[in-house]
T-cell receptor, first 114, second 120 residues
Framework: GQQVMQIPQYQHVQEGEDFTTYCNSS?????IQWYKQRPGGHPVFLIQ?????EVKKQKRLTFQFGEAKKNSSLHITATQTTDVGTYFC??????????????FGKGTKLSVKP | GAGVSQSPSNKVTEKGKDVELRCDPI?????LYWYRQSLGQGLEFLIY????????KSGLPSDRFSAERTGGSVSTLTIQRTQQEDSAVYLC??????????????????FGPGTRLTVL
């Protein structure tokens, strides 16, 4: 069945270092979304990418959608302790009619050492 | 409302008891989702409601789990005869059925704060 995979599962960085998480889908996606879940919190929407090769930036965060629309990445420049959390990617799930649902990756848990 | 709300925020129950978890979606959102998240784990999809369509129950782990959505708004997730492995945070999310383009798509999901269920 359709799968969305994220690597790495965990990443520990020193504050100020860069961080990247990668998302790969087994199928072509019409769009991809990224969410962040702080420790003890709930997932919060960050961004949606729709176009092939699209790149979007939010301050120190850079999001990319692959040319084939099957992979995506999130890059954080100069991490801060406020970046701590789990980052999930998600794409539309198509299972013979259940449109509107998302399939989530398992997430990358980022910890930042001050 | 301003966001998705869930109640209770915490629930402690004894093994074998039934529990009901409630979700109030964002007003106007016709899509509603339930997920389960065990400690340190990812999101496990449980069930999805979209308007008046039959719900997608493909993620329910057993027949002890059921959910309903009354009047196209509030949803209740019921777990019967709870087991210790049911202990987790149960998250509800809602979304609009149409993306910014106006076409039916998997739109942004807005999550509630979750209900932490502990089964003793």
């Amino acid at each position: 069945g359709q799968q969305v995979m994220q690597i790495p599962q965990y990443q520990h960085v020193q504050e100020g270092e860069d961080f990247t998480t990668y998302c790969n889908s087994s199928t072509t996606l019409s769009n991809i979304q990224w969410y962040k879940q702080r420790p003890g919190g709930h997932p919060v929407f960050l961004i949606q990418l729709v176009k092939s090769g699209e790149v979007k930036k939010q301050k120190r965060l850079t999001f990319q959608f692959g040319e084939a629309k099957k992979n995506s990445s999130l890059h954080i420049t100069a991490t801060q302790t406020t970046d701590v959390g789990t980052y999930f990617c998600a794409g539309p799930l198509w299972n013979g009619g259940s449109q509107g649902n998302l399939i989530f990756g398992k997430g990358t848990k980022l910890s930042v050492k001050p | 409302g301003a966001g998705v709300s869930q109640s209770p925020s915490n629930k402690v129950t004894e093994k074998g008891k039934d529990v009901e978890l409630r979700c109030d979606p964002i007003s106007g959102h016709t899509a509603l989702y339930w997920y389960r998240q065990s400690l340190g784990q990812g999101l496990e999809f449980l069930i999805y409601f979209q308007g008046n369509s039959a719900p997608d129950k493909s993620g329910l782990p057993s027949d002890r789990f059921s959910a309903e959505r009354t009047g196209g708004s509030v949803s209740t997730l019921t777990i019967q005869r709870t087991q210790q492995e049911d202990s987790a945070v149960y998250l509800c999310a809602s979304s609009s059925p149409y993306g910014a383009s106006g076409f039916r798509t998997a739109d942004t999901q807005y999550f509630g704060p979750g209900t932490r269920l502990t089964v003793l």
